[in-house]
């Protein structure tokens, strides 16, 4: 989890978002990614999707099977699909998104019968650093 919340602090000093992602496999960082929807002006470009894509990418598989993805913040509902698209083996999350979450919050996306795949998940982990982040971040735009 360091790993993202370096990635999530990266982020917000690009004025993104402070969310940050990793995917690991075996022990072994696959890819790490923060938000980069503005500066990509790619309203995909959540710091899962990044970090999945070149996950993917740097195993030549559209599966993570085995990975475990980091994530600052809970997953929304386009990055809770991907997870599950991936076929990751665990999720763990900082902190709950009570607005935007997909995963203990909002649609539950893992808990809907159409949902073809569920990675074990675990939250709370390092959440008071990034609800710290999240906060600090949106209170200078307020």
Known sequence: MDLALEEARGAADRGEVPVGAVVVRAGTVLARAGNRTRLDHDATGHAEI???????????????????????????????????????????????????????????????????????????????ESSDLLRHFFALRR
């Open 50 to 128: 990044v970090a999945i894509r070149e996950a993917c990418m740097s195993i030549g598989s559209e599966r993570l099977i085995d990975a475990d993805l980091y994530v600052t913040l809970e997953p929304c509902a386009m990055c809770a699909a991907a997870i599950s698209f991936a076929r990751l083996r665990r999720l763990y999350f900082a902190a709950e998104d009570e607005k935007g979450g997909a995963v203990v919050n909002g649609v539950r996306f893992y808990s809907a019968p159409t949902c073809h795949h569920a990675p074990e998940i675990y939250g709370g982990i390092g959440e008071r």
